[in-house]
């Protein structure tokens, strides 16, 4: 597709929850050269509420019915995991630029036969939604990496703990569409950084979990925290910790540690600069969840989604990225459930 200069770029959006509704937010007010044409949600009065909120002039509550509105460039996935697929293969196959939110798919093969698409649509600008590589601080510690700050990287160790407060949004999250388990859900952002810090495929997997605090979720075939240890090429290493019980709030961290110093990134999460001092001492708050912490990293993701499009080039994350990382998340899982050490095979 050919574009001039001060062509807007349209996009269809479907997914209209917890993240799908601040997407259509930036898509709407946020991402220079992109219009909001289009919304479509199983909720008929999620379409509603952002036709109204955001001035979307197409709604729809049937997918398929909304990769026939010619007006779109690009359709934009938050929907549940489980659909991510199917439905970048149709808006593929329909002639449009995709972007996915993540994990790319929950098991191997419908993740290769994405990747098979993407790669029979060259012209097509794929995209998905690791949006921690665009988030300031960690773009900035890469680049760190890239000049030599700390010699050769050799281990990455990442926490991604959710909010306990957040437990009854995730339970309802988790029974209405199967999540594909903590590994592959959240987990799959820290196996993705360390990819890219690293520069180097997993080989073995070793993951370990319980549910303390909510047993409710061994029935959901899930752990409420994690932990993964993995050897990567060339004897490096990774250490994962993911919990859905973080009572401080949203703590995510990620170290880096190479051969001639380290990096740290979140180690203290705080919600901003201020310390509040009072009767208890000194107390800074923690960032409550995902919109807050990673607000800047889902516009900054979108902007660059926005103009590869318009720029006729593809984005640094890839498919591969997402093939490698729901391979990697897919071993945790699978070493997690049988208490086995776990061959990764690419
Ligand atoms: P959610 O359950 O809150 O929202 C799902 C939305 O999709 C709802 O609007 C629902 O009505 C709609 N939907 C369900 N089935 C559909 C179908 N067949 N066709 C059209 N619409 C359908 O989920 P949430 O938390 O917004 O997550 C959505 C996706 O975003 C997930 O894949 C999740 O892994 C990902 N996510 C990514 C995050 C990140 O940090 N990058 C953070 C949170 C979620």
Redesign the pocket.
């Known amino acids: 597709m050919q574009l001039n200069d001060n062509k807007r770029i349209s996009v269809g959006l479907?997914?209209?929850?917890?993240?799908?509704r601040q997407h259509a937010e930036n898509l709407a007010f946020r991402i220079p050269h992109c219009t909001l044409t289009a919304v479509?949600?199983?909720?008929e009065e999620?379409v509603e509420a952002a036709k109204r909120d955001l001035g979307v002039p197409y709604g729809y509550t049937d997918?398929e019915e909304m990769l026939r509105n010619n007006e779109l460039d690009a359709i934009f996935i938050?929907?549940?995991?489980g659909?991510?697929c199917k439905q970048i293969e149709q808006a593929l196959a329909a002639g449009f630029h995709v972007f996915s939110?993540?994990?790319l798919g929950l098991y191997i093969e419908e993740a290769l036969r994405v990747q098979e698409a993407v790669i029979r649509h060259p012209n097509q600008v794929f995209m998905l939604?690791f949006?921690r590589r665009y988030d300031r601080s960690y773009a900035y510690a890469k680049q760190q990496i890239e000049a030599g700050a700390i010699g050769e990287p050799v281990l990455v160790r990442c926490y991604g703990l959710d909010p306990a407060q957040a437990m009854p949004s995730f339970l309802q999250?988790a029974k209405?569409?199967y999540?594909g388990g903590l590994f592959l859900?959240m987990a799959i952002?820290d196996l993705d950084l360390a990819r890219w810090y690293l520069g180097a495929e997993a080989e073995t997997v070793w993951a370990i979990g319980g549910s303390h605090r909510y047993p409710e979720l061994e029935q959901l075939e899930d752990a409420e925290t994690g932990a993964a240890l993995v050897q990567f090429e060339g004897k490096k290493m990774g250490i994962f910790v993911a919990s859905r019980n973080c009572a401080h709030g949203y703590h995510i961290e990620t170290e880096i540690i190479g051969t001639h110093g380290s990096l740290r990134i979140g180690t203290i999460p705080e919600k901003n600069q201020v310390a509040l001092m009072d009767d208890r001492g000194i107390v800074r708050e923690c960032a409550s969840g995902?919109l807050e912490r990673?607000e800047q990293a889902y516009v900054d993701e979108v902007i660059e989604f926005i103009r590869c499009i318009r720029e006729d080039r593809k984005p640094e994350v890839t498919v591969a990225d997402g093939v490698q990382s729901t391979i990697l998340g897919y071993a945790c899982k699978q070493s997690f459930e049988t208490g086995q050490l776990v061959a990764v095979h690419h």
Do not use: I
């Open positions: 479907v997914g209209l929850g917890r993240l799908g479509c949600s199983v909720k999620e997918y938050a929907s549940p995991s659909f991510h939110e993540k994990p939604g949006m999250f209405s569409n999540s859900d952002h995902f990673f």
